[in-house]
């Protein structure tokens, strides 16, 4: 269900990353960046690595400069993957932290921005995340998905989504090969009633859009594409 590239190239964490701070939403503790008094909401919902990683939460302050209310819930309840666990290897690690159960915890998540004058939610997820973000699309939680690099989503996921989606796949991705995303693709154009977008990019590796080298400007120019892409997203649907 889940190979070495899910949890390749992990994230130092740093609990103080960011230019934004932590408080209680619905229940979790989340990274929240932007100003409080913006209509329009996204939650960034990590991968397996959780919502301490520098990576995300330097994401998140972008999309917070455009002129959102960024969330990203720490939907592991401080207990991200550690690969260093041996004890713990990602399938049993994934026994306590499905996707499904953190699709139901966003719920009072998004009731709780909502409740600050919020009129648009959108969410984008990595890896893990993504299942989560489809979830939500399913039942127009939300009105606006990016999935970046998906894990553990399902052509039945695709055809059931109600939200307009970009789905943003890598060259290099055993969990989401290119295959499946042109079939992604194909679900969803014939969907009228949904607007969606899939990119592929090429040579880079699943997990490229938050677990890049810093030092590397070939993958951070890869993200910093991803990035803008999802800005647009949101900027279309979001109003």
């Known amino acids: 269900m889940s190979g070495p590239q899910c949890c390749s190239n992990p994230p130092t964490l740093n609990p103080s990353a960011g230019a934004g701070h932590v408080e209680q939403l619905g229940g979790l503790s989340s990274y929240v960046s932007g ?3 913006s209509k329009l909401a996204i939650l960034l ?3 397996v690595f959780g919502y ?11 999309v917070a400069a455009a002129g959102f209310y960024v969330v990203v ?9 550690k690969p260093e666990n041996a004890d713990r290897p990602i399938p049993v690690w994934l026994k306590d932290h499905g996707p499904d159960k953190a699709a139901e915890e966003a719920k009072p998540v998004i009731e709780a921005v909502k409740s600050k004058g919020v009129s648009a939610v959108g969410a984008a ?3 893990w995340g993504a299942k989560v973000v489809v979830e939500l699309a ?4 939300i009105q606006a998905a990016v999935l970046l690099h998906p894990s553990f989503v399902t052509l039945d996921d695709i055809k059931g989504v109600k939200a307009h989606i970009a789905v943003l796949g890598a060259e290099n991705d055993h969990l989401s090969p290119p295959a499946l995303l042109k079939q992604f693709e194909e679900v969803l154009t014939a969907k009228s009633e949904v607007d969606s977008y899939v990119k ?3 040579k880079v590796s699943h997990g490229w859009t938050v677990r890049y080298n810093v030092e590397d400007k070939a993958a951070v120019k890869s993200a910093e594409e991803s990035h803008q892409n999802l800005l647009e997203w949101f900027a279309k649907y979001l109003k």
């Not at 301490?52 to 972008?62: C, F, H, I, T």
């Not at 399913?138 to 939680?141: A, I, P, Q």
């Open 52 to 62: 301490e990683s520098p990576n995300l939460r330097k994401l998140a302050d972008k």
């Open 73 to 81: 819930p720490d939907f592991f309840h401080g207990d991200p993957y």
């Open 125 to 127: 997820g990595f890896c």
């Open 35 to 37: 100003s409080p008094d």
């Open 138 to 141: 399913k039942f127009k939680h």
């Open 45 to 47: 919902i990590s991968d």
């Open 200 to 202: 592929i990019f090429p």
